[in-house]
């Protein structure tokens, strides 16, 4: 099954296609390691020109360059953005940007403006719990569940009647990458739970599958 991504922008769920083209952004290195850029997200064919809009005048530069691809002023210090056209899974275009400070924390913002909440499905129920969070499907006995935010080892689950059939480990937040998944998955959902997650969690760069 074609892994299941996230739009950065408009939040919608999507699988690599070769008749789409998407966009992937990395962030190979931070000049401010606080700044809130992600290290890899994806945008839908439908959000790509947006991205492109904002970058098409940037100067493609060696990894090592001392100027910035946005304002083209030498900087001490540079970071270093990947940006990449993606059909199917067949990267066609590629470029490497380097940016100043200043510039970073204007994409970052940029990207920020873009990005739009994971908001719960109508069909889950959510239920605080300092053990861990747990989302719950209403019409069906399926649940997906975090250990505590203090699990130096934490874990996502996915449950069907009780059994779990699929763990990961989570990058970041647990409480926020569960919901994330949720989303995902209702939004292909249904489907054989135990391949979709797979899916889900194949897609996501926040979440990595356990041996």
Do not use: K, N
Not at 47 to 75: E, G, I, K, M, N
Not at 124 to 140: K, L, N, Q, Y
Not at 163 to 173: K, Q, T
């Amino acid at each position: 099954m074609r892994p299941i991504r996230r739009c950065h922008a408009c939040g919608s769920h999507f699988r690599r296609s070769p008749d789409r083209r998407h966009g992937r952004i990395r962030m190979r290195q931070r000049v401010d390691p606080d700044v809130t850029l992600p290290d890899t997200t994806f945008v839908c064919d439908g959000c790509r020109p947006d991205v492109v809009d904002l970058t098409r005048h940037w100067q493609p530069r060696d990894p090592d360059a001392d100027a910035c691809s946005f304002c083209d002023r030498t900087a001490d210090e540079t970071g270093r953005v990947d940006l990449a056209s993606v059909v199917d899974d067949r990267v066609v275009s590629q470029g490497t940007y380097p940016l100043c400070q200043g510039c970073e924390e204007v994409f970052a913002t940029f990207l920020a403006d873009l990005s739009a909440g994971v908001d719960l499905p109508s069909a889950w129920t959510h239920t605080p719990s300092t053990a861990g969070a747990g989302f719950d499907r209403t019409e069906d006995d399926l649940r997906v569940e975090t250990t505590p935010p203090t699990d130096p080892e934490p874990r996502l689950r996915l449950l069907v009647d009780g059994e779990s059939v699929l763990e990961a480990v989570p990058r970041g937040a647990p409480r926020e990458r569960a919901r994330e998944f949720v989303a995902a998955f209702e939004s292909f959902y249904p489907a054989d739970a135990r391949d979709l997650g797979a899916a889900v969690v194949d897609g996501h760069p926040g979440l990595r599958a356990t041996e």
